[in-house]
C-alpha cells in the first residue's frame, strides 16, 4: 500500500512540476514576443522622427519668403531647395485615413505622406496613428501666423502593429525643430 502512495504521490508532484515547466515556457515566450514588439515600435517611432528631422531642418532653405505655405495641426507645407538642386522645392506632409493601411493589424495606424512639389511619397504606416505639429515663434509662444514662425514642434503617437495578448503598445515621441533658415 506504502509503494502505490509513494507513486500516486510523485505522479502529482511530477505532474505540478511539468505544468510549472510549460508555464514558464509559455510566459518566456510571450515576454520575448512583446519584447520585440516593443523594440520594432521604438525603431518604428524614431525612424519617423529622422525623417521628420531631416526634412524639417531644411525649411526655408534658399529661400527668401515666408518658407511656410500652410502650418496646422496634422499637415504641414513649407519652402525649401530639399534635394539642393538650385530651384525652390514644395515640401508638404500630412497623414492618411487608417483605412488605408492593410499591411497590419491595428485599426487606428495611418501613412505619414510626404508630398515634393507634384510627386507624393508614401511609406508604410510603421504603426503612427497620430501626428500634431505647433508651431513657435522666436521665444517659444505658439502662433498661427507664418511668418512668426522660427520653431515646429511634432508630436507622434506610436502603437504596435500588431498586437499583443490583445493589445496594442504605445510610445510618444516629441520633437522641437529650429529650422536654421527661419
Known amino acids: 500500500m506504502n509503494v502505490v502512495l509513494d507513486l500516486l504521490g510523485s505522479t502529482i508532484i511530477g505532474g505540478v512540476i511539468i505544468l510549472m515547466l510549460m508555464n514558464f515556457n509559455a510566459f518566456q515566450s510571450n515576454t520575448a514576443i512583446s519584447s520585440d514588439s516593443e523594440l520594432q515600435m521604438q525603431q518604428n517611432a524614431k525612424t519617423l522622427a529622422e525623417i521628420i528631422n531631416h526634412d524639417f531642418r531644411k ?3 534658399n529661400y527668401d519668403n515666408t518658407a511656410f505655405a500652410q502650418a496646422d495641426s496634422e499637415r504641414i507645407s513649407f519652402y525649401s531647395d530639399i534635394d539642393r538642386n538650385g530651384s525652390v522645392d514644395s515640401v508638404t506632409y500630412f497623414l492618411g485615413n487608417p483605412s488605408e493601411v ?6 487606428k ?3 505619414l505622406y510626404r508630398k515634393v512639389n507634384n510627386d507624393t ?17 522666436g521665444v517659444g509662444v505658439e502662433t498661427a501666423t507664418l511668418a512668426d514662425i522660427a520653431y515646429v514642434r511634432a508630436e507622434l503617437w506610436i502603437e504596435s502593429i500588431e498586437s499583443v495578448d490583445g493589445e496594442y503598445l504605445f510610445t510618444y515621441w516629441e520633437m522641437t525643430i ?4 527661419l
Open 178 to 181: 529650429n529650422p536654421r533658415n
Open 102 to 107: 492593410t499591411s497590419t493589424t491595428n485599426p
Open 121 to 137: 511619397i508614401s511609406g508604410p504606416s510603421l504603426g503612427l496613428t497620430k501626428a500634431k505639429f505647433s508651431y513657435l515663434d
Open 59 to 61: 525649411i526655408g532653405f
Open 109 to 111: 495606424d495611418r501613412i
